[in-house]
C-alpha cells in the first residue's frame, strides 16, 4: 500500500499556479478528498498531513517545500523517520513527454531529467518507488524548457490536466489498499469511443412492408 504521498512544486505565490506545481495541485485536492489539513513540519521542510484509518497504518501526505532541486531533503527524512519503505511511496509531478490530459502511473525507472526525482532518487538512494505522472506538454525545444515548466498553462491545458487529475484521483482508494493493478487501470482509462450511428435498415421508410389490404 501506499504510505506516503508526495507532489512536488515549487513553494511561494509566484509558482502556485505554473505547470512545474502539477504536483502540489494533485496532493492538495487528495487532501481535500481525505478530510487532511497541510501543515508545516520543520523536521521534514514540507507541508505535511497525517491521515490515520482504523485498522490501517498511518498515511502521510507531503509538499517539499525546499524548492524542486532539493525535494529528497524533505521525503527522505520523513520516509526514514516512519520506517516507509520507497516501494511505499508515490511520488506525483509533471510531465513534458504527456501530453495535457494523460496521466501515467509507474514504478520505478529513471529521472528522465526531472530534477526533483533526481534529487529525491539521490537521497533514498534507489529508484524503486511510484510516480504519478501528470501530462503538462513539451514545448518542442530543449532550450525553452525551464521557462515553459514555470510559466501558467493555457486555460484549455490547465483544463484538460485538471480532468486527468480528477480521473487519477479516483484511483486514490485503489493506492491506500495496495491494489497497483486496480489503480493503474483506473488512471491509465481511455474514455469510451462515441458509437457510430446505425445504418438505416432498408425497410426503415416508414411504408407497410409487402401487399396491400
Known amino acids: 500500500m501506499i504510505r506516503l504521498f508526495v507532489g512536488l512544486g515549487n513553494p511561494g505565490p509566484e509558482y502556485e499556479a505554473t505547470r512545474h506545481n502539477a504536483g502540489f495541485w494533485w496532493l492538495d485536492a487528495l487532501a481535500d478528498k481525505l478530510g487532511a489539513r497541510l501543515v508545516p513540519e520543520r523536521a521534514y521542510q514540507g507541508l505535511a498531513a497525517r491521515v490515520n484509518r482504523p485498522g490501517a497504518e498511518p498515511v502521510w501526505l507531503l509538499e517539499p517545500m525546499t524548492f524542486?532541486?532539493?525535494?529528497?531533503?524533505?521525503v527522505a527524512p520523513l520516509a526514514r523517520f516512519f520506517k516507509i519503505e520507497p516501494a511505499q511511496i508515490l511520488v506525483v509531478?509533471?510531465?513534458l513527454d504527456l501530453q495535457p490530459g494523460q496521466a501515467k502511473l509507474k514504478f520505478g525507472g529513471s529521472a528522465a531529467g526531472h530534477n526533483g526525482l533526481k534529487d529525491i532518487q539521490g537521497l533514498l538512494g534507489t529508484?524503486?518507488?511510484?510516480r504519478l505522472r501528470l501530462g503538462i506538454g513539451h514545448p518542442g525545444v530543449k532550450?525553452?524548457?525551464?521557462?515553459?515548466?514555470l510559466k501558467k498553462p493555457a486555460p484549455d491545458q490547465r483544463e484538460a490536466i485538471a480532468k486527468a487529475m480528477d480521473q487519477s484521483?479516483?484511483?486514490?482508494d485503489a493506492l491506500l489498499?495496495?491494489?497497483?493493478?486496480?489503480?493503474l487501470a483506473l488512471i491509465h482509462a481511455q474514455p469510451p469511443?462515441?458509437?457510430?450511428p446505425r445504418p438505416p435498415r432498408p425497410d426503415d421508410d416508414g411504408g407497410p412492408e409487402?401487399?396491400?389490404s
Open 68 to 74: 524542486m532541486n532539493r525535494s529528497g531533503a524533505s
Open 93 to 95: 509531478h509533471d510531465e
Open 127 to 130: 529508484q524503486d518507488f511510484w
Open 143 to 149: 532550450a525553452e524548457v525551464v521557462n515553459y515548466v
Open 169 to 172: 484521483l479516483q484511483a486514490s
Open 177 to 183: 489498499a495496495g491494489d497497483m493493478d486496480k489503480a
Open 193 to 196: 469511443r462515441p458509437k457510430p
Open 210 to 212: 409487402g401487399g396491400s
